[in-house]
């Protein structure tokens, strides 16, 4: 295969080996396959490199997305690997239900989503994607083909959610859909003046409400510092329905020379947007692709970041300590110059993943993102990930391209629990510059015992 494989923050080199999900089933077990040579890949909306393999071949396994059953009695749901989640939610929206979780953008695989053990807007209510996934049917390299639940192999069951693709191939799951009376929200728009005035009423919001987010004006500084928008939602009766276009908005054809995103941008885009939203203050009906997926409404804006890419940093900061580090992480990047084309910030439960290496945890998660201007960007990024380990917390690492592996193993100190599931055949970008400069202290479970 020719194609390029790319992460969505384009910032890691993409990967051009790569082979059909029929030609790797094909391939396993007949003992040629080098150690660290694969990676599944979805659709590449990871934004690092959790879903590159710089040394190995990408497995594209967006040819294995068929829907192969769904019970309207119980919402039960099987299907394969590189289902689309687009898909699934069109599939499963005339039988009255919905994903209990889904990402900021519906064009992920469903492989993909259990592999990063994603969350949305409701992480207090549901907890993550992994939360309502019953079993999964895991491929690994030398042909054992198993079934994994939270009874059946379950140390690979928990290591595989949230594992990054590393335990092998995903090539069917089995899903719990929420029932719904309309896949819309009712939205509310509430204004607040700073971070602390959101503290004071976060906890309130979640209680009340299914869904939950807050988008921060990072430009804000002095008396406006931290002031922001709380969206909260919560699904619309059988009667309140918003009629979908199947079709996307416009689209960025190319990527310009330099990126677009400069100071005077985002700071007419933060006024533009405060005013949109904010001229709704109350309550509204949202259909739930512009409530769910704001961004996927306009194809290809990461081209807007311009050649050199995108870094986004996401972190968690536990409750105790997120009114002194969440303002410092925002001082942080008004000291660096440095401008986040869209931050959010929403608060994680307690519901805990069955995920080995699951990111979410209870807390504040902040999510910033920025143009790549080589050094300076990385000394901000590196900053912010020391006010989030010192603050005892974690960086998310499927939206990462650069953290060092101490960083890694602060957030993630389990992560040699993962090594010993992982697939010896599987590795990626990610995990050879953090676990792999980590010394090991475990090693694989041999697959013949599996």
């Given at each position: 295969?020719?194609?390029?494989?790319?992460?969505?923050?384009?910032?890691?080199?993409?990967?051009?080996?790569?082979?059909?999900?029929?030609?790797?089933?094909?391939?396993?077990?007949?003992?040629?396959?080098?150690?660290?040579?694969?990676?599944?890949?979805?659709?590449?909306?990871?934004?690092?490199?959790?879903?590159?393999?710089?040394?190995?071949?990408?497995?594209?396994?967006?040819?294995?997305?068929?829907?192969?059953?769904?019970?309207?009695?119980?919402?039960?749901?099987?299907?394969?690997?590189?289902?689309?989640?687009?898909?699934?939610?069109?599939?499963?929206?005339?039988?009255?239900?919905?994903?209990?979780?889904?990402?900021?953008?519906?064009?992920?695989?469903?492989?993909?989503?259990?592999?990063?053990?994603?969350?949305?807007?409701?992480?207090?209510?549901?907890?993550?994607?992994?939360?309502?996934?019953?079993?999964?049917?895991?491929?690994?390299?030398?042909?054992?083909?198993?079934?994994?639940?939270?009874?059946?192999?379950?140390?690979?069951?928990?290591?595989?959610?949230?594992?990054?693709?590393?335990?092998?191939?995903?090539?069917?799951?089995?899903?719990?859909?929420?029932?719904?009376?309309?896949?819309?929200?009712?939205?509310?728009?509430?204004?607040?003046?700073?971070?602390?005035?959101?503290?004071?009423?976060?906890?309130?919001?979640?209680?009340?409400?299914?869904?939950?987010?807050?988008?921060?004006?990072?430009?804000?500084?002095?008396?406006?510092?931290?002031?922001?928008?709380?969206?909260?939602?919560?699904?619309?009766?059988?009667?309140?329905?918003?009629?979908?276009?199947?079709?996307?908005?416009?689209?960025?054809?190319?990527?310009?020379?330099?990126?677009?995103?400069?100071?005077?941008?985002?700071?007419?885009?933060?006024?533009?947007?405060?005013?949109?939203?904010?001229?709704?203050?109350?309550?509204?009906?949202?259909?739930?692709?512009?409530?769910?997926?704001?961004l996927d409404g306009v194809r290809n804006w990461n081209r807007l970041y311009g050649p050199r890419?995108?870094?986004?940093?996401?972190?968690?900061?536990?409750?105790?300590?997120?009114?002194?580090?969440?303002?410092?992480?925002?001082?942080?990047?008004?000291?660096?110059?440095?401008?986040?084309?869209?931050?959010?910030?929403?608060?994680?439960?307690?519901?805990?993943?069955?995920?080995?290496?699951?990111?979410?945890?209870?807390?504040?998660?902040?999510?910033?993102?920025?143009?790549?201007?080589?050094?300076?960007?990385?000394?901000?990024?590196?900053?912010?990930?020391?006010?989030?380990?010192?603050?005892?917390?974690?960086?998310?690492?499927?939206?990462?391209?650069?953290?060092?592996?101490?960083?890694?193993?602060?957030?993630?100190?389990?992560?040699?629990?993962?090594?010993?599931?992982?697939?010896?055949?599987?590795?990626?970008?990610?995990?050879?510059?953090?676990?792999?400069?980590?010394?090991?202290?475990?090693?694989?479970?041999?697959?013949?015992?599996?």
């Amino acid at each position: 295969m020719s194609e390029a494989f790319e992460s969505f923050g384009r910032v890691a080199p993409p990967v051009y080996r790569g082979m059909s999900a029929d030609a790797a089933m094909a391939a396993f077990g007949a003992g040629s396959i080098a150690s660290g040579s694969l990676l599944a890949y979805g659709n590449g909306r990871s934004y690092g490199d959790t879903c590159l393999n710089p040394t190995g071949a990408m497995i594209d396994m967006r040819g294995l997305n068929r829907i192969i059953s769904l019970d309207s009695d119980t919402g039960e749901v099987e299907v394969e690997g590189g289902v689309m989640l687009s898909a699934l939610i069109d599939h499963a929206i005339p039988f009255g239900y919905f994903p209990a979780v889904v990402p900021g953008t519906r064009f992920v695989t469903i492989g993909g989503a259990i592999a990063n053990d994603v969350h949305g807007k409701n992480h207090h209510r549901r907890g993550t994607f992994g939360c309502h996934v019953d079993s999964l049917v895991l491929l690994r390299s030398n042909g054992n083909r198993l079934v994994c639940s939270r009874t059946q192999n379950s140390a690979l069951f928990s290591a595989t959610i949230g594992g990054m693709g590393l335990t092998g191939l995903i090539v069917s799951a089995r899903i719990r859909l929420m029932k719904v009376s309309s896949p819309d929200v009712v939205e509310r728009v509430t204004p607040f003046p700073s971070l602390g005035a959101y503290f004071d009423v976060a906890e309130q919001a979640d209680s009340q409400n299914e869904y939950a987010v807050a988008w921060i004006d990072q430009l804000a500084t002095g008396r406006g510092a931290g002031r922001g928008l709380l969206l909260t939602g919560n699904h619309a009766d059988a009667s309140s329905v918003v009629k979908a276009s199947g079709k996307l908005g416009f689209g960025v054809p190319f990527t310009p020379p330099f990126t677009v995103l400069n100071q005077p941008f985002l700071k007419a885009f933060n006024g533009a947007y405060r005013w949109a939203k904010g001229r709704k203050s109350g309550q509204h009906l949202s259909g739930y692709r512009s409530f769910f997926f704001p961004l996927d409404g306009v194809r290809n804006w990461n081209r807007l970041y311009g050649p050199r890419g995108l870094h986004q940093h996401q972190s968690v900061i536990p409750f105790e300590a997120a009114r002194r580090a969440l303002p410092a992480m925002l001082t942080a990047t008004h000291r660096a110059a440095q401008g986040s084309f869209l931050t959010v910030l929403k608060r994680f439960g307690d519901v805990t993943s069955p995920g080995l290496l699951s990111f979410p945890r209870p807390g504040y998660t902040l999510t910033l993102d920025f143009p790549h201007r080589g050094s300076r960007t990385l000394e901000l990024l590196a900053e912010l990930d020391r006010i989030t380990v010192d603050a005892g917390g974690a960086v998310n690492p499927y939206k990462d391209a650069r953290m060092g592996e101490d960083v890694f193993a602060a957030s993630f100190p389990n992560w040699r629990d993962l090594e010993a599931q992982r697939d010896p055949a599987f590795s990626s970008g990610f995990w050879q510059r953090t676990a792999g400069r980590l010394p090991p202290q475990q090693k694989h479970v041999p697959q013949a015992a599996e």
